[in-house]
């Protein structure tokens, strides 16, 4: 007999204000615009969390039409906030003047670009591994622009 594995497939009714209000924060921070919610995205993010979690195997969508960001933690749970924190603790590496990382940093202008105007973010989890996606509209990112 196989074992049952047992995959969130709605986030909890407190992701979408604790999510949105992460990334707001962040946001503010630069004087942007706030994020609005997007269920449309949320749903969309939340097929794919649990698309990642059923495969085991952690990669963006292809063909993706959004900006996303993903986070996995095993082992862990992290809140919606921590997650965002996570993400966007890669500014430390971000220089706007050269618009430049010095490592990795396109989940934090993700979440900056300013012409994004809505996010929707999920989570697919099982007894050991938590996958986050975020969805983003208009997709930041673009070669060449800065993200404000």
Not at 20 to 36: E, G, K, S
Not at 46 to 59: D, I, P, S, V
Not at 108 to 121: K, L, S
Request: aromatic fraction near 8%; charged fraction near 10%.
């Amino acid at each position: 007999m196989g074992r049952l594995v047992c995959v969130l497939l709605l986030a909890p009714p407190s992701v979408p204000h604790e999510m949105l209000t992460a990334h707001n924060a962040i946001r503010a921070r630069l004087h942007l615009p706030p994020l609005a919610w997007s269920n449309r995205l949320a749903s969309f993010a939340q097929q794919w969390a649990n698309t990642l979690l059923a495969r085991k195997h952690f990669a963006h969508r292809p063909h993706n039409p959004y900006g996303e960001n993903l986070f996995e933690i095993t082992g862990a749970r992290l809140s919606p906030a921590a997650v965002v924190r996570d993400l966007a603790s890669e500014s430390r590496v971000y220089h706007y003047g050269s618009n430049t990382c010095g490592s990795i940093c396109g989940h934090y202008t993700q979440i900056i670009w300013r012409a994004t105007t809505e996010v929707g973010c999920a989570v697919a989890q099982n007894s050991h591994t938590q996958i986050w996606v975020c969805n983003y509209n208009p997709p930041g990112n673009i070669i060449g622009q800065r993200p404000y």
